[in-house]
């Protein structure tokens, strides 16, 4: 008998059907003594029309009221489970985030769990129920509601696994686990057993899409192992952990190619101290998340003048433009040019900290693909370049060919 | 400068297009200086649909769950308007009933309010924001989400408009006001200027789906004046208010068909005391609203045995027949007949307790039209009879004719 935290996401709870298949799962671990909580996403496709819905009433809604807006996803949601679970005679309380006890900062659309209180969660688990938690959302200590952003639910399925000392938490989702490349992309990836939270945090936060860094980062700070797996089957799936020494075997682990950036350029800045915090410090009082940085060498005769380029996330664009632009009497920059047609291809692997020539090798193969790299980024387990957004998937393939084919 | 609610029912805000133009009204009194409460319902055919999902999931949903899942609808709409608003540079904020203090019993799904605390929204309408208030919902002492039934968004604008004393409430809605009969079915039905509570309340508890009787009743115990009105255009509504001398003058006030009745025949039951009260104890221990009740004298050769008749809400149908159907071993009825196919046509005016013949003249010109009747039931102020749903609208024609015509 074991306490077990079970995420399903958007696809898996995407229909009433899908919502009947999470009940029978669960059931099964009942069955044989387990006490479950269970944590859903809004059904997929939800999110996505409440956000077409809000922009139909203004192009920028309030975040407040973006989080009142998208709360109801996930609330409808676990209304359901609940309901497929009593089909099942099985006794389940749905609560929303607020009601689980989840406490963020007020930082809306993005906020930050800052405390969990699992008192009504165990009382609920000892009187017998399958607890089912609205994923995604929180409130603040003033009682508003808060989203958490982009893979939210997955962070309130980690951070319940560490408040409620769970024995296991299991993210299900629409694959079978992590693999070397996106598998829809890329025939010939394969399903890695187990990876380390470093490495899962570089496919993390380079777009790899099984999930979101800050999910892996709250994972890794508490020690809770997790089990990626598919809804759809009983295969095992991926075990995230801490590194071992036989993980430094395989030189690199996977390859990402994120779609979700855009690249802002700010052509002839002035070349002189404080600008670059002045920018990313306005960037970062916005809450908006600033990714890949370049700044190339002064050029021109009078002024000495850079240009700045950096990567956010395509949403967050129209908001940092607004930024940038509010700037423009303060730093005097000549013109901002906006790329959304870029992709980050990434390659990551703890084993670059033992083996040399990687980079050589990613950079070669590209040019064997006539890929021109736009800008470069490295870290001790990942090197990163953003190219060319129609070429992106090609040179994915190429990169995995070369160093996992 | 006044204190308002305005309530806007499920088609005022079917779209953003709509959300937008009660945006612009809301608008115009707060330009003119007025404090303005907004209460809305779910987006017409919201509620319907999740609905529809939760019976995909299983016939009878569980009705706690069933509250968090509804609730969502008015959550969408609150946040929706409360952008419409900031679209237009108004200060707005949004408050799903449990924030807005709106504390209930625990009977979900058709929850009662018992105490409405208006702290918070007295402070953000002192802070200058219109504060729009998710209607139809509120919670438990301990947290829970409840919804207060059918109309429960009237009930939402009522109850506030009396928690904090507001100057006014407003009843927007797809209908200019209050009618001698449904426009719809009626072509010749006029608009009343004013209508007394007693009046008002026979109307909607007999259907004419303007207003739930709830509503009416609450309006009526704390005196709450309010105008029912149109959210398409700013015509003058029906304000419904204390009965007044003149309003005797008239006869019949209005004709009313409610199509969401279903007939309930126990056959053969035992004719002995106790056996109707252990029928409705028990249907209202279930808390199924029960409104006609029929029982005719005692037949049959052997023991003594009746023929018991009432009506329910068509959504209880299936509740009750579970009821009905635990106590055949106790009560030892012969079969039970369910009827869908009816329809309730009432007459209603204050002016009848000083007019005679009004019952036979009612009787008479459904006799002349071929309608059979099937119950009958009086008050001081209306008489209604059940009748063959298919021949509903064609009765209430002649009786409108007969009266108001």
Same mark, same amino acid.
């Given at each position: 008998?074991?306490?077990?935290?079970?995420?399903?996401?958007?696809?898996?709870?995407?229909?009433?059907?899908?919502?009947?298949?999470?009940?029978?799962?669960?059931?099964?671990?009942?069955?044989?003594?387990?006490?479950?909580?269970?944590?859903?996403?809004?059904?997929?496709?939800?999110?996505?029309?409440?956000?077409?819905?809000?922009?139909?009433?203004?192009?920028?809604?309030?975040?407040?009221?973006?989080?009142?807006?998208?709360?109801?996803?996930?609330?409808?949601?676990?209304?359901?489970?609940?309901?497929?679970?009593?089909?099942?005679?099985?006794?389940?309380?749905?609560?929303?985030?607020?009601?689980?006890?989840?406490?963020?900062?007020?930082?809306?659309?993005?906020?930050?769990?800052?405390? /969990?209180?699992?008192?009504?969660?165990?009382?609920?688990?000892?009187?017998?129920?399958?607890?089912?938690?609205?994923?995604?959302?929180?409130?603040?200590?003033?009682? $508003? /509601?808060?989203?958490?952003?982009?893979?939210?639910?997955?962070?309130?399925?980690?951070?319940?696994?560490?408040?409620?000392?769970?024995?296991?938490?299991?993210?299900?989702?629409?694959?079978?686990?992590?693999?070397?490349?996106?598998?829809?992309?890329?025939?010939?990836?394969?399903?890695?057993?187990?990876?380390?939270?470093?490495?899962?945090?570089?496919?993390?936060?380079?777009?790899?899409?099984?999930?979101?860094?800050?999910?892996?980062?709250?994972?890794?700070? !508490?020690?809770?192992?997790?089990?990626?797996?598919?809804?759809?089957?009983?295969?095992?799936?991926?075990?995230?952990?801490?590194?071992?020494?036989?993980?430094?075997?395989?030189?690199? $682990?996977?390859?990402?190619?994120?779609?979700?950036?855009?690249?802002?350029?700010?052509?002839?800045?002035?070349?002189?101290?404080?600008?670059?915090?002045?920018?990313?410090?306005?960037?970062?009082?916005?809450? /908006?998340?600033?990714?890949?940085?370049?700044?190339?060498?002064?050029?021109?005769?009078?002024?000495?003048?850079?240009?700045?380029? !950096?990567?956010?996330?395509?949403?967050?664009?129209?908001?940092? $433009?607004?930024?940038?632009?509010?700037?423009?009497?303060?730093?005097?920059?000549?013109?901002?040019?906006?790329?959304?047609?870029?992709?980050?291809?990434?390659?990551?692997?703890?084993?670059?900290?033992?083996?040399?020539?990687?980079?050589?090798?990613?950079?070669?193969?590209?040019?064997?693909?006539?890929?021109?790299?736009?800008?470069?980024?490295?870290?001790?387990?990942?090197?990163?370049?953003?190219?060319?957004?129609?070429?992106?998937?090609?040179?994915?393939?190429?990169?995995?060919?070369?160093?996992?084919?």
């Amino acid at each position: 008998m074991a306490l077990i935290v079970q995420k399903f996401g958007g696809t898996s709870v995407g229909n009433p059907e899908r919502i009947k298949n999470v009940a029978r799962r669960v059931a099964r671990y009942r069955a044989q003594g387990d006490q479950v909580v269970v944590v859903v996403s809004a059904m997929s496709g939800v999110t996505d029309g409440l956000i077409k819905l809000a922009r139909e009433i203004m192009p920028l809604p309030t975040e407040r009221e973006m989080d009142m807006l998208l709360a109801t996803g996930e609330q409808t949601t676990i209304a359901l489970t609940a309901m497929a679970l009593h089909a099942l005679d099985l006794a389940a309380v749905s609560l929303t985030g607020s009601q689980a006890g989840i406490l963020t900062d007020d930082v809306h659309t993005k906020a930050k769990i800052q405390d /969990i209180d699992p008192k009504e969660i165990h009382s609920l688990l000892d009187a017998g129920n399958v607890v089912i938690v609205a994923g995604f959302q929180g409130r603040t200590a003033d009682g $508003r /509601i808060t989203t958490l952003g982009r893979g939210g639910s997955d962070l309130t399925a980690i951070a319940l696994a560490a408040a409620i000392k769970a024995d296991l938490c299991q993210i299900y989702t629409d694959v079978d686990g992590v693999y070397t490349a996106d598998p829809r992309i890329v025939p010939g990836a394969r399903k890695l057993p187990e990876i380390s939270y470093d490495e899962m945090l570089e496919l993390a936060s380079l777009g790899a899409k099984v999930m979101q860094s800050r999910s892996v980062e709250f994972a890794k700070k !508490f020690g809770v192992v997790f089990e990626v797996r598919s809804s759809l089957n009983d295969n095992p799936g991926t075990i995230v952990k801490e590194e071992t020494q036989n993980m430094e075997d395989v030189v690199i $682990r996977g390859v990402s190619l994120d779609k979700n950036q855009a690249k802002i350029t700010l052509v002839a800045v002035p070349d002189r101290p404080g600008v670059a915090a002045r920018v990313f410090k306005a960037i970062g009082e916005a809450a /908006i998340n600033v990714d890949m940085i370049v700044q190339n060498i002064s050029h021109g005769s009078g002024q000495p003048a850079t240009d700045l380029s !950096f990567t956010v996330d395509k949403p967050d664009l129209l908001k940092t $433009r607004k930024v940038i632009d509010a700037l423009r009497g303060e730093i005097g920059y000549e013109e901002v040019i906006a790329d959304e047609n870029i992709g980050k291809l990434s390659i990551v692997g703890v084993g670059m900290r033992s083996h040399s020539g990687v980079a050589a090798k990613m950079f070669e193969t590209l040019a064997s693909e006539g890929v021109n790299i736009g800008m470069i980024s490295t870290s001790e387990i990942k090197i990163s370049v953003v190219i060319d957004l129609a070429r992106g998937e090609a040179a994915m393939r190429a990169v995995h060919a070369a160093f996992l084919g």
